[in-house]
């Protein structure tokens, strides 16, 4: 609990604490890891885009979705090879519609085929509205 609340008061600070958020990220508490990942998403000179780009492959759905979100935020081109990755194993639908949305706002024409192939053929309704949003902004 007090880590996870020093980590988000870090993003009220809008400070990494030299390093602190990074920390947070890999943290094995995932209250923490969700914690730090809000902060990330308000501090405005996060420089650690493969503290970030882990947690798109996280054991928790809701730690891989969040993590999609402020990377999308971010427009974290970095992450693109592992957001295209994991979206297509992806089982958790809102997890996979974030990481759509985030590839769209990122605009890498990297991500066309995956979009691409989630338009079409996803199971589910809003992943596939959100993948054919995210094509349209590439």
């Known amino acids: 609990v007090v880590r996870a609340a020093a980590a988000s008061a870090r993003g009220r600070l809008n ?3 030299a390093g602190a958020l990074s920390k947070a990220l890999a943290d094995s508490d995932k209250t923490v890891r969700l914690a730090a990942l809000g902060s990330v998403g ?4 996060f ?7 882990r ?4 054991g928790d759905a809701v730690v891989r979705r969040r993590a999609a979100e402020v990377i999308g935020a971010h427009r974290t081109k970095d992450a ?9 194993a992806e089982p958790d639908a809102n997890a996979r519609g ?13 991500a ?23 094509l349209r902004q590439l």
């Open 112 to 134: 066309r085929s995956v979009l691409e192939d989630l338009a079409q053929n996803d199971a589910n309704g809003l992943v596939r509205d959100l993948a054919r949003i995210s």
């Open 80 to 88: 693109v090879g592992a957001l295209v990755a994991q979206v297509k």
């Open 42 to 45: 308000r501090v405005n000179a």
């Open 15 to 17: 400070d990494d604490g």
């Open 98 to 110: 974030a990481m759509a949305h985030a590839l769209g706002q990122i605009g890498d024409a990297a």
């Open 47 to 53: 420089n650690d885009p493969p503290a970030l780009t």
């Open 55 to 58: 947690l798109v492959g996280d």
